[in-house]
């Protein structure tokens, strides 16, 4: 009798141990609630101070709480990170972004990061997915003035005969 008692819970704790790994491991690769289908965006060219609208159907496996981080890069690579919103329950539907007075005429791209957390697993460690970047144009408003071409960039470093000179 004491035999089969040990017997079955050195079995029952093989159980018990491999499902205590398997278990956060399968919650935490479990895929992702929702995937794009298509992206378009109905405004090509925005200027700074306008909305940006993008057309995006998804395709929904689940319903977990997300949420987007979107950035707008400009055309000399300068990130401007807007605030995050949640990710809308829909299956079509228009994002509108707002584009930022600072940005840099010329061409651009938006990128959005999805967090979500379908279980108590990826509440402590959420899943992101990256989407594909979205191009347009961002155009000069008014009184905006164009920005140089390699603003802050050497084209050829100063020599020390020039510099001489220079300070003469």
């Known amino acids: 009798m004491k035999y089969h008692l040990i017997r079955f819970l050195k079995t029952f704790g093989q159980v018990l141990f491999l499902a205590a790994i398997a278990v956060p491991i399968w919650m935490y690769f479990e895929p992702p609630p929702v995937s794009y289908s298509q992206r378009k965006v109905l405004n090509e060219k925005v200027a700074p101070g306008e909305t940006l609208r993008i057309q995006i159907s998804a395709d929904i496996q689940k319903q977990c709480p997300a949420v987007v981080y979107r950035t707008i890069v400009d055309s000399t690579g300068l990130p401007f990170d807007l605030l995050p919103v949640p990710r809308p329950n829909e299956t079509d539907y228009v994002v509108e972004v707002p584009v930022p007075l600072g940005v840099s005429p010329g061409p651009a791209y938006y990128k959005a990061r999805l967090l979500w957390s379908c279980n108590i697993i990826q509440k402590w ?38 510099l001489a000179r220079a300070q003469r």
């Open 125 to 162: 460690f959420p899943r992101e997915v990256i989407q594909r970047n979205i191009t347009f144009i961002i155009e000069p408003s008014d009184g905006q003035l164009p920005v140089p071409e390699r603003q802050g960039v050497y084209e050829k470093p100063v020599e020390k005969s020039e």
